[in-house]
């Protein structure tokens, strides 16, 4: 049986790929540091083949040895989060970027047949374009942005230089169960199951016209293993959908009030992905309707029960970091 090694792989997408390669017959090492990640995002498919260790990829010493006869590396390890990068750059700095050299390292080390990286459509900033093609301009707008593209560079560089076969995923909106529930990024899904169960109105940024290219996460997960099975290396692309879809038609979706906060500066009107070279080159392409997707999340709710509620005021008190550093 081929061994790989997930890291983050308690966290919700980490989650869904574990539990996807153990269905296709791989012995799985999880590596996390469960800052983020979840114990209970890996109980329902206990496994023979699934080993969990609490590693910090920071420490190189740490990691190394699990490396050893491991086919495919899945480096999804990160902290992620706008303002929190701006408050505390050293530590996104350390995970994001020292943390991905040592997995690339270990990697090199090892004779890993090929890395995964998990890169940030953030990458972009406020595109100048959509859809956004891969060879759209990189303008990371804060921390968070920049380290990810800094660990792609390096993943490249690791194969420039060693050889080391590498594949990077630039990822959406990612949705889908085990969605986190804490952050003012990217947690728009796991917010709003809290509140619906909690009776609570939906808190939506804005006036709910913007757009995002939410990309359901089992979609997601077939594209890392398909980038890993395949022969191609040294590529790097975006995983969406390319149809996005508005806030207001979530909130219609998930059926509730709603009320408005006002906008967060530096955040994009919209996403859109141009997913044409994935679709050529590996043949991957999204299964999830978007109704089907809300829906499946609907069907899975009792996830969020022991979610903690964003009041409209927990939310109010998060964003205003994003006014003190990105206005």
């Known amino acids: 049986m081929e061994k790989v090694i997930v890291t983050g792989g308690a966290g919700f997408i980490g989650s869904h790929l574990v539990e996807e390669l153990i269905k296709n017959n791989y012995h799985v090492i999880v590596l996390d540091n469960f800052s983020t990640g979840r114990r209970e995002n890996l109980e329902t498919f206990r496994s023979d083949n699934l080993e969990v260790f609490e590693k910090d990829i920071s420490d190189y010493d740490q990691i190394r040895p699990f ?38 390292e270990a990697s090199r080390l090892a004779g890993v047949k090929k ?23 990189i303008k ?14 390096y993943a490249f560089h690791w194969n420039k230089v060693y050889r080391l076969p590498v594949i990077s995923l630039r990822l959406f909106n990612v949705y889908g169960p085990r969605s986190r529930t804490s952050g003012t990024y990217g947690a728009v899904f796991g ?74 500066p ?12 994935i679709r050529s080159m590996l043949g991957w392409s999204p299964k999830t309707a978007f109704d089907k997707g809300v829906n499946i999340m609907l ?29």
């Not at 890395?115 to 301009?137: H, L, R």
């Not at 921390?143 to 800094?150: D, F, G, R, S």
């Not at 069907?299 to 939310?315: L, R, S």
């Open 299 to 327: 069907e899975n709710i009792d996830y969020w029960k022991q979610a903690p509620v964003w009041t409209p005021e927990k939310i109010e008190k998060e964003t205003e970091g994003w006014f003190k550093y990105l206005s």
């Open 115 to 137: 890395v995964i990286y998990t890169a940030s459509s953030s990458c972009y900033g406020i595109p100048d374009k959509f859809p956004t093609s891969e060879y759209s301009d």
């Open 266 to 277: 530096g955040e994009p009107d919209r996403t859109h992905a141009d997913i044409s070279k």
């Open 67 to 104: 490396f050893n006869d491991v086919k495919y590396v899945f480096h999804l390890a990160s902290l992620a989060d706008i303002v929190p990068s701006i408050e505390n750059p050293l530590a996104y700095h350390n995970s994001n970027v020292n943390g991905t050299v040592n997995v690339l």
């Open 140 to 153: 990371p707008e804060y921390p968070y942005a920049l380290t990810k593209n800094i660990g792609e560079q």
């Open 191 to 264: 917010v709003f199951l809290a509140q619906k169960l909690a009776g609570k109105k939906y808190t939506v940024v804005g006036d709910g016209t913007q757009t995002r290219d939410f990309v359901f996460v089992k979609d997601v997960v077939n594209a890392f293993i398909m980038s890993a099975q395949s022969d191609i290396i040294c590529e790097v692309f975006n995983v969406g959908t390319g149809s996005p879809q508005s806030v207001n038609r979530l909130v219609e979706l998930l059926g509730g009030e709603k009320e408005y906060i006002p906008k967060r």
